[in-house]
């Protein structure tokens, strides 16, 4: 089955918007941590997941190998510790509601 590009970017801007207004009134505090979405996407090109990553408003750097090939990626929300851990739980859930393969990464800074 053939990824749909546009999909993906009106499914990631979504998910970061959902997450970033969830955790708007979360007290930060907690440790920083580098917390982020590993979105795995088998037999897609890279270069286009890499490009509707970035039409979403969002950042990748590249590929990566986790668990499997996929891309590390991290909501907006302007937090570093207990509101960027929570804010990527609430994307990979609202990506996996509409069909991708979103996991959670959790690391503590």
Same mark, same amino acid.
């Given at each position: ?8 970017v ?18 930060? %505090? ?12 088998? /037999? ?5 997941v ?7 408003g ?9 668990? %499997?090939? %996929? ?7 302007? %937090?570093?510790?207990? /509101? ?26």
């Amino acid at each position: 089955m053939a990824t749909n590009y546009d999909k993906l970017v009106a499914d990631l801007h979504y998910a970061n918007d959902v997450a970033c207004q969830s955790t708007a009134k979360i007290n930060d %505090g907690g440790t920083a941590n580098r917390d982020s979405v590993f979105l795995r996407i088998p /037999r897609a090109r890279e270069r286009s997941v890499l490009a509707a990553i970035q039409k979403a408003g969002l950042y990748c750097r590249r590929k990566s190998q986790w668990l %499997g090939q %996929g891309y590390f990626i991290t909501p907006t929300s302007d %937090g570093q510790g207990d /509101r960027r851990a929570k804010a990527v739980e609430i994307m990979a859930k609202t990506l996996n509601d509409h069909g991708w393969n979103a996991l959670t990464f959790k690391q503590m800074d």
